[in-house]
């Protein structure tokens, strides 16, 4: 009998002889809806830089943090919602931004809105000040450019399955189009004298065949083609 270690070793064998199948291209914004797991057929570099621009980690207040002494009041400026952006934060202002929303040029820095005098966003549509009880360090709940990842670094290896989160990193990098492994096509034979199918009769002396759907289940979770002999 050979021993598991010579059982794999057979099978490697024989999955080796796929490796140099063509891979096949998925295109597309979204994976396919009720598909089996994909594997990268080779690495996948980023495109672009991720986060693609400074932004802020935090609802509250982009300022310069040469401008913010204790208590000492700054103008309010025009908010900075996500998805917006303004080109250009003055001396002497804070503006109110929103998490994820860019950091303008000539802020380096934000507070958090619950450390700000008054702690809750003034309408817009009134002159207002802020203030903040401490100074605040350059850099304070900013996430830079590229932060994450710089654009043309590794963003997915091959031989990666692709499951909800490795599809959203391909999302998030702009990816539309994947090389992927084609998928196995396996034939499960389940053998044996006893063995009956499930929903036939059992005769004396049978039992259903429970190994072959097991494995048949398995194949189909790890993303190959599956068919029944029977």
Known sequence: MPTVEEHR??????????AGRKPELWRGAHPPVGAAPRVLAVDILSRIDLPPFDNSQMDGY???AADVVSGAPLRVAARIPAGHGVDLLAAGTAAPIMTGAPIPDGADSVIPIEAA??????????????????PVAAGTFVRTRGSDLAAGSLLLAAGT??????WGVLAAAGITEVPLL????VLVLSTGDELTRAGHPLATGH??????TSMAA?????GAHVSDAL
């Open 9 to 18: 070793a057979a099978i490697a064998a024989l999955l080796a002889l796929l």
């Open 62 to 64: 982009a300022v310069r």
């Open 161 to 166: 399955v692709l499951g909800p989160a490795q």
């Open 207 to 212: 039992i259903y065949d429970a190994n072959g």
């Open 117 to 134: 005098t008054p702690d809750y966003f003034q309408p817009e549509q009134e002159p207002a000040t802020v203030s903040f009880a401490e």
């Open 182 to 185: 084609r998928r196995l096509k």
């Open 218 to 222: 398995a194949l189909a979770g790890a």
